[in-house]
């Protein structure tokens, strides 16, 4: 049973879809609970089998209800595994896994998504983390940046894993057709040089730098997709596309991901996402960037637009521009694909299960 804020767009949730469909053809059972009544991941969570309950809580103050509807939810359902995502998904499940009792026959994890988190809005959250990390069975977390941030923030689990994000990498794959229709859609001419920065706009996302690095290079077209991006100040030679549901399209339009965070980021999904297209990286040395990126791109400094253009620039004429972004693609196949982050998952979970059979049975099938 999987317990979530709730089931927007965001990376967390993309995981969590993936893992939670992955683990349930497996054989492995999964239930996920949403805090919200926000629910775009439900339909394609049901779709693959997994039962979705969500609490519809409005506020904190609603919490407390939420405690005890979801204890009740593990009294009925008796899972194995009870696992959190991000803070309030963490501290929701630790307190109803002491209200509803059988702690004995359940595990408890973490799931940590972020690193260098902004103190105005999470500092007693993850205060309160700190306080209660000794409670789960391991907490995890998606980078390595995001662990040692925790750590350095009084978290003292009794086991810590890091289970890096997964890339579908037959979704996000070069694709000439969609990079052809998604180029004339946009009025992007074929040998057009493109760099997409793909995010909601959030003071970590840091746009700004971005539109900044832009500015400073008309000769390349960039492309905005995300939540708010629409509203943001416009720029000549950059498409602000606000939200999208075709993003594996649009990477394969484009030449060149780019990632701007200016802190919080733990693994970037849109760094490797891009990669896992064939797209060259250039981001800012945020969370696990370097990691992901490798020898394959720019890692530059954050809230640097200067240098940032450079990097963007180095990258936009490399005479092997193409074949950096194929070595790229391999990169995150060898390192960072789906089924590594999904068995690993399987493999901490399946310690729980009487004889492991979820694992067996999947070996099985290879």
């Not at 049973?1 to 993309?14: C, D, Q, S």
């Not at 997709?225 to 000549?236: F, K, N």
């Given at each position: 049973?999987?317990?979530?804020?709730?089931?927007?767009?965001?990376?967390?949730?993309?995981m969590l879809l993936q893992v939670a469909g992955e683990l349930q053809r497996r054989g492995m059972p999964q239930h996920v609970v949403g805090m919200t009544a926000l629910d775009d991941r439900r339909a394609e969570l049901e779709s693959r089998g997994v039962r979705v309950t969500l609490l519809g809580l409005k506020s904190a103050g609603g919490a407390i209800g939420g405690v005890g509807h979801l204890a009740a939810l593990i009294k009925e359902w008796r899972p194995d595994v009870l696992q959190g995502w991000m803070y309030h998904g963490n501290v929701l499940a630790?307190?109803?896994?002491?209200?509803?009792?059988?702690?004995k026959s359940r595990a408890l994890y973490w799931n940590l998504r972020a690193s260098n988190m902004d103190d105005a809005r999470y500092k007693l959250l993850v205060r309160l983390g700190a306080l209660l990390s000794r409670w789960p069975?391991?907490?995890?977390?998606?980078s390595e940046a995001g662990m040692g941030h925790h750590l350095s923030r009084g978290f003292r689990p009794r086991r810590a894993d890091v289970i890096a994000n997964g890339i579908d990498t037959d979704l996000f794959r070069p694709d000439r057709q969609a990079r052809a229709r998604l180029r004339a859609e946009l009025g992007i001419a074929p040998d057009a040089i493109v760099a997409i920065h793909v995010a909601r706009v959030d003071p970590m996302k840091d746009h700004g730098s971005f539109l900044e690095a832009m500015r400073r290079l008309p000769w390349i077209t960039?492309?905005?997709?995300?939540?708010?991006?629409?509203?943001?100040?416009?720029?000549?030679n950059v498409r602000a596309l606000g939200p999208r549901a075709?993003?594996?399209?649009?990477?394969?339009?484009?030449?060149?991901?780019?990632?701007?965070?200016?802190?919080?980021?733990?693994?970037?999904?849109?760094?490797?996402?891009?990669?896992?297209?064939?797209l060259v990286p250039v981001a800012t040395d945020v969370g696990d960037a370097r990691l992901i990126v490798g020898d394959a791109g720019h890692v530059v400094p954050p809230r640097d637009p200067e240098i940032l253009a450079k990097a963007i620039a180095i990258e936009a004429n490399a005479p092997d521009r193409e074949a950096r972004g194929g070595r790229a693609r391999q990169r995150i196949e060898e390192l960072f694909a789906l089924p590594r982050a999904v068995d690993a998952y399987e493999s901490l979970y399946a310690e729980h299960v009487v004889g492991a059979r979820p694992l067996l049975i999947h070996a099985a099938r290879r």
């Open positions: 049973m999987h317990v979530i804020t709730g089931l927007g767009i965001g990376g967390a949730e993309r630790a307190l109803a896994h002491r209200l509803a009792g059988g702690r069975d391991a907490v995890i977390a998606n960039g492309i905005m997709a995300g939540a708010g991006t629409e509203l943001l100040p416009p720029v000549t075709d993003v594996a399209a649009l990477y394969a339009a484009a030449d060149v991901i780019v990632s701007t965070s200016a802190f919080g980021e733990g693994f970037s999904n849109v760094i490797a996402e891009g990669m896992s297209a064939g």
